[in-house]
């Protein structure tokens, strides 16, 4: 006796969502096929729409449905700032704060070299390109304060300033250990105003 | 400036999935757009195939691909004994002790009053049916030994025995609190030779 075929594979495929082990895959395969057919079916269809329809911007590597994303496609920012993240969620957070008016890239990840995720992993060729566009006069880090974050803040800097561009790092208003995401508005405003030289 | 159409869909339909937040649900897409599109498809495609492929097996209810599922279909099992159990999982589990064999009902569930799950929400109505058949002599019930595990053996018990059957009760061979999924099997097959009348 096994699980019917189609619900193995549901089994197997829940198993791609990141910390969702083989038991949490059963109970929420389970749950979808038991109580909400509705959700299952809007899931699966989200899934392959956001495929089909979602591409980075090829200008700051974010997350967008069109060639390049709102604030790229903006007149009205500030070219001569480029703010490095590591993922369009702090993109959002820093647009939240409404105290920056630049641009930005998004590494898409961190420097993390025990998961094989070096500098190529983390587009640093396009944002070189990018910052050496003759327009960009400051570079502001603004990755996380965790190791791998402050990792790649270094090494960016010295990629960097290597070229001659002014780099900066928001400054540590938040704790240390802490991530964008779990911080309030005001305090990033804060670190984003007492940015200091890299 | 906000997540494209199609991302912020996918983030509101993986909150239909038990236990994921609103951040989990965020670092899921991110992380399925960003590093696994093959995951993605695949678990779009399984969740389509599921829904389309799964029932619910017309004599013990657990899930099934055919009108009846390989036990009840099997010409070998002693249909004079009636395992009913909380889940499809854990009539697997049963199976693997290979030391029943009985027939199944699966509740799909447990009676939770406060969930809004009552007698109607785990078939009672079809298990009474199914009990009543005139072929069985004995229920066994294998609910886990949580509280609402508990309560729903005793309330089952009650229900049959009012019919004149016989009902009884896997042994407190597992731990109180504990549920049969985490179980090894020779402890569950202990469970199953030390029954007791409920
Ligand atoms: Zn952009
Ligand atoms: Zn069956």
Known sequence: M????SLD????????LPGVGPKSAQRMAYHLLQRD???AGRLSGALAAA????????SCNTFTEAEQCAVCASTRRDRTLLCVVETPGDL???EQTQSFSGMYFVLMGRLSPLDGIGPKEIHLDRLLKRATDGVVKEVILATNFTVEGE?????VSELLSAKGLMVSRIARGLPVGGE???VDSGTLAQALVERRPA
Chains 1, 2 share one sequence.
């Open 2 to 5: 096994e699980n019917p075929g």
């Open 9 to 16: 594979e549901l089994i197997r495929a829940l198993r791609c």
């Open 37 to 39: 057919h509705e959700g």
């Open 51 to 58: 495929l089909d329809r979602i591409r980075h911007c090829a």
């Open 92 to 94: 959002l957070m820093m």
């Open 151 to 155: 990792a790649t803040a270094h090494y």
């Open 180 to 182: 964008l995401e779990h």
